[in-house]
């Protein structure tokens, strides 16, 4: 990670008022620390600006909705490992506190919209976006990602999804002018994987933009194409496989 970026995260501070499109505000970072194939953990605070409703997002955008392609095969008995090449950037995470749902029912309940979906696009080639504070320390981040959409399950009531949606997820990719990247996300969120079939749970930020809800335990990888969907800790992995196998058998999904 560059000195730039690491002297960026150091010193956010929230503002006295938020940027007029931000959900959630960052608070210090701070206790830098090596984690794994170069992956570096800022713990700081994430606070929310007003109500805290959970949308895992620094940032409000428009949804769009265009036209239908094909969704991996679901019923494939081999499923290789997707990976992109960002995975080997290094990785700045930011603690956030957030509504946690810890059961299938809470988090349908917390959801305006729950899909199975692909992403489009390799993580790359997504629209990664961040902001920055007159005195150049980040604001906010967050990345549009394209949906392949195969099944909606719950939608608000007026909403045509239709077949493509764009989401919002926590994490971004921000590109110094020296060239050199930085991938930075919210308390250890890993974007979904191009082609990868999940099923997620988003809302809406006010903006009519849908963004993740519950961080990483807001979307699940169905064909076992990421690695990354699954957590390494052994008892936040225990929770998330828990919360999918409910998840899995509420809504009939594979």
Do not use: C, W
């Not at 701070?30 to 007003?50: D, F, T």
């Not at 988003?202 to 690695?227: C, P, Q, T, V």
Request: glycine letters at 6%; aromatic letters at 6%.
């Amino acid at each position: 990670m560059s000195n730039k970026i690491k002297q960026e995260v150091e010193k956010i501070d929230i503002p006295k008022e938020l940027h007029k499109r931000s959900e959630i505000g960052i608070l210090k970072a701070k206790n830098e620390r090596q984690r794994s194939r170069k992956r570096k953990n800022v713990k700081g605070i994430v606070v929310a600006a007003g109500l805290l409703v959970s949308i895992g997002i620094l940032s409000l955008v428009n949804n769009n909705f265009v036209k239908n392609s094909t969704t991996p095969d679901s019923d494939q008995n081999t499923v290789a490992v997707t990976e992109s090449a960002t995975d080997s950037i290094d990785t700045v995470d930011i603690q956030a506190k957030y509504f946690v749902y810890e059961t299938a029912e809470k988090l349908s309940q917390g959801a305006d919209i729950i899909l199975v979906a692909s992403p489009i696009d390799d993580f790359a080639n997504r629209e990664h976006h961040s902001t920055k504070f007159e005195d150049g320390t980040i604001q906010d981040f967050y990345t549009l990602t394209n949906l392949n959409v195969e099944r909606i399950i719950k939608q608000p009531e007026g909403i045509n999804i239709g077949s493509q949606m764009q989401v919002i997820e926590p994490v971004s990719i921000i590109t110094e002018a020296d060239k050199q990247q930085t991938k930075v996300a919210v308390d250890g969120y890993r974007e979904m994987k191009q082609g990868r079939r999940y099923i997620m749970f988003l809302k809406n930020n006010g903006m009519n933009g849908y963004s993740i809800i519950n961080m990483n335990n807001g979307k699940f990888n169905l064909d076992g194409g990421d690695a990354q969907d699954i957590p390494t800790n052994t008892n936040e992995k225990a929770f998330k496989e828990r919360l999918k196998k409910d998840i899995q058998s509420k809504f009939n999904v594979k």
